[in-house]
Nanobody, 126 residues
Framework: QVQLVESGGGLVQAGGSLRLSCAAS????????MAWFRQAPGKEREFVAA????????SYGNSVKGRFTISADNAKNTVYLQMNSLQPEDTAVYYC???????????????????WGQGTQVTVSS
């Protein structure tokens, strides 16, 4: 079993930055993939970014490319999401997720992720 705990959410003005953290515990394999999804009110959960636990492979959703950066610190069992140039449309609950293997074709599909955190709220004011 794997447990994921997110932190770092909050309120920020448009153009500002936030860094989210996801602390992982339990049976974490070297092939694990860690990802961030987000869900705004009334919308479906959206893929944001993913990273292989080794850190060698990343993937980003189109809406965040060039603004968000995902990284992993294996020594701390923690994954980060650095969010820059935040806009009101980035407002959502951000969820950390994990799956066993990095498969490019399905990396954005939430149904392939086995473990989820409880989420952290990010609110961007205009």
């Amino acid at each position: 079993q794997v447990q994921l705990v997110e932190s770092g959410g909050g309120l920020v003005q448009a153009g500002g930055s936030l860094r989210l953290s996801c602390a992982a515990s339990g049976r974490i394999f070297s092939t694990f993939v860690m990802a961030w999804f987000r869900q705004a009110p009334g919308k479906e959960r959206e893929f944001v970014a993913a990273i292989s636990w080794s850190g060698g492979t990343t993937s980003y959703g189109n809406s965040v490319k060039g603004r968000f950066t995902i990284s992993a610190d294996n020594a701390k069992n923690t994954v980060y999401l650095q969010m820059n140039s935040l806009q009101p449309e980035d407002t959502a609950v951000y969820y950390c997720a994990a799956r066993l293997l990095f498969v490019t074709a399905t990396i954005h599909d939430r149904t392939y992720y086995n473990y989820w955190g409880q989420g952290t709220q990010v609110t961007v004011s205009s």
